[in-house]
């Protein structure tokens, strides 16, 4: 029986590429590097800001640890100016997660900044949909790994197999599968259903409206 539902943000939530390409290529022009399309973010988002960078960087830099930590270090204090232009989540998202939090324990899971997570749950969501709302913190490995999913398990009082973890990627597939939880995957992010099917998804949600009614099918 599916106790508790940890949903990924980015892809997932809300569609957050416009003010994550605002933030990379506030960065990139910074340094003096090309700008790069949402189409690149696309392909580069899921494995946290670090990766991120890395990969918007020119290669030639990426290959570097020191000025890809440089970089990163700019990438911060701009997405801290962009990130909140992210104002809505996807249409119907807000009204299947509040119905969802009647029957279940909610949590956000992301790879983003902490601090981020926590204040885009706030900005997006009603107050107490969700019970934990995590970004990446210092010590604890990203997705999908599937150390922080433990930890949120613990803090709800459910076990992994008790959970469901909703994504739009492969990141978020594997996640679910490494930590023993129920992987479902949404078909309205940035992957698509083939790649999640491919990465071990056992339920696909077409829109957020159908997110209640499977869940609680299963």
């Given at each position: 029986m599916i106790k508790a539902i940890i949903f990924d943000l980015d892809g997932t939530v809300a569609d957050?590429?416009?003010?994550?390409?605002e933030g990379v290529n506030l960065t990139m022009e910074q340094l003096g590097y090309p700008t790069r399309t949402e189409?690149?973010?696309?392909?580069?988002?899921?494995?946290?800001?670090?990766?991120?960078?890395?990969?918007?960087?020119?290669?030639d830099v990426g290959t570097d640890p020191v000025r890809v930590d440089e970089a990163l270090d700019v990438y911060q204090g701009?997405?801290?100016?962009?990130?909140?232009?992210?104002?809505r989540c996807y249409d119907g998202?807000?009204?299947?997660?509040?119905?969802?939090?009647?029957?279940?324990?909610?949590?956000?899971?992301?790879?983003?900044?902490?601090?981020?997570?926590?204040?885009?749950a706030a900005q997006l969501l009603p107050a107490g949909v969700v019970q934990i709302a995590?970004?990446?913190?210092?010590?604890?490995?990203?997705?999908?790994?599937?150390?922080?999913?433990?930890?949120?398990c613990r803090a709800l009082d459910v076990a992994p197999k008790e959970c469901a973890f909703v994504g739009d990627s492969d990141v978020d597939m594997r996640t679910a599968i490494n930590a023993g939880c129920l992987p479902v995957g949404v078909e309205w992010g940035y992957?698509?259903?083939?790649?999640?099917?491919?990465?071990?998804?056992?339920?696909?949600?077409?829109?957020?409206?159908?997110?209640?009614?499977?869940?609680?099918?299963?």
């Open positions: 957050t590429i416009c003010a994550i390409r189409a690149d973010i696309r392909r580069f988002i899921n494995h946290g800001a670090r990766e991120l960078i890395r990969m918007s960087l020119p290669e701009m997405y801290e100016r962009t990130y909140k232009n992210t104002n998202m807000v009204d299947a997660m509040t119905a969802l939090a009647q029957r279940y324990k909610l949590a956000i899971l992301s790879n983003k900044q902490d601090r981020m997570v926590k204040g885009l995590q970004g990446q913190v210092e010590g604890v490995p990203t997705k999908p790994d599937p150390t922080a999913v433990w930890e949120i992957r698509g259903a083939d790649v999640l099917l491919s990465a071990g998804a056992k339920v696909l949600v077409e829109k957020p409206c159908d997110l209640f009614g499977v869940i609680k099918g299963l």
